[in-house]
């Protein structure tokens, strides 16, 4: 993100000196065709460019009674950047209200300037910048981006009762066949990437090599679930963060009784070494799979949607029985023949 810090003190929202306790982010495009910031954000600070007829938003006049947290467009040179134009806990003027109140006593808000909609380099610039943006904002004020009603569109907070009625930002992600809900889990996958959790191991798709970090306790539940626990570690195979999402991580994590750890096991075949696929028990429509369907060991391990690709078929080859006489196994990826594995032997 190339984050900028351009306060609008002009406007009469920066003005009007309300502050709120942020609550969520809503997300806003301009409507109109000019991607260049300098429409919005002014004076020039060398990199913005001037705007020669002086309609920006820091201006103080009865006519402009909109202001926004942020934007996202692009710079004279070209480059796409974000500019902070109002302090983040400031009250913002940027989607009036509906039956429930305002969004703006509770949403950081900032728009995305608009081009003519179908150019997709654009577009992918401003999604990963709003993505990051999002991302760093969710991390300083503690957001759940996936909790309901956090981090919304202004088309999102009409149906929620707390904005006017505008199709933003729907119906320019739509046209690149995205919606918000991929934007949130973006956002999501962003701040899993950058927050370490000390506790979680990375399993990855490795050769087939007989050691302790291919051994998984298969472990039936009271449901008909299974859950898999490391021999190597005691880690469980989990669905990173307990999200049920298509390119959600499954890596070994520590026992913690949720459903991230409970797997539904389908037979594809039978016989002493079944082919199965395994789906988190909390969403069938999911399924344990190898990314892209690669062979590399390294290859990374996910969540995906359902397929019947060799992708999400595994061979459970039985290794032995625990003192307790639970039944370990090595989970094999049929098409390359290498195994779930604990990266570095899950140290
Ligand atoms: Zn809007």
Known sequence: ???????????????????????????????????????????????????LYNNHWNIDSPNLSVCVHAFIGRLANGNVATYQTLPWDHRGWHCASGPLGSGNDTHISFEICEDGLTNHTYFESVWREAVELCAYLCKMYDFNPLALGVLIDHSEGHIAGISSNHADIRHWFIRHVLSMDNFRHEVAKMIDSQTPDPFGRTVWLYETNGTYA???????????????????????????????????????????????????????????????????????????????NRHESGTRIQLWEVNNTRAQEFTLVFRGLTPEGDVVVTLIHCDSNKAIDLKHGGK
């Open 1 to 51: 993100m190339d984050l900028n810090k351009l306060i609008l003190t002009n406007n009469r929202c920066y003005k009007a000196g309300k502050k709120i306790t942020p609550k969520g982010i809503m997300v806003h495009s301009t409507g109109a065709n000019n991607p260049e910031l300098r429409r919005y954000v002014n004076p020039d600070d060398g990199r913005l460019g001037k705007n």
């Open 214 to 292: 291919q051994d998984w306790i298969l472990r039936p539940c009271k449901d008909g679930s299974y859950s898999f626990e490391s021999v190597a570690n005691g880690l469980m195979l989990d669905a990173r963060g307990n999200r049920m999402e298509p390119g959600n991580d499954v890596w070994a994590y520590p026992n913690n009784g949720t459903d991230a750890q409970r797997w539904h096991i389908k037979a594809i075949t039978g016989g002493l070494t079944p082919t199965v696929s395994a789906h988190p028990f909390a969403d069938h429509g999911l399924a344990l799979d190898i990314e892209g």
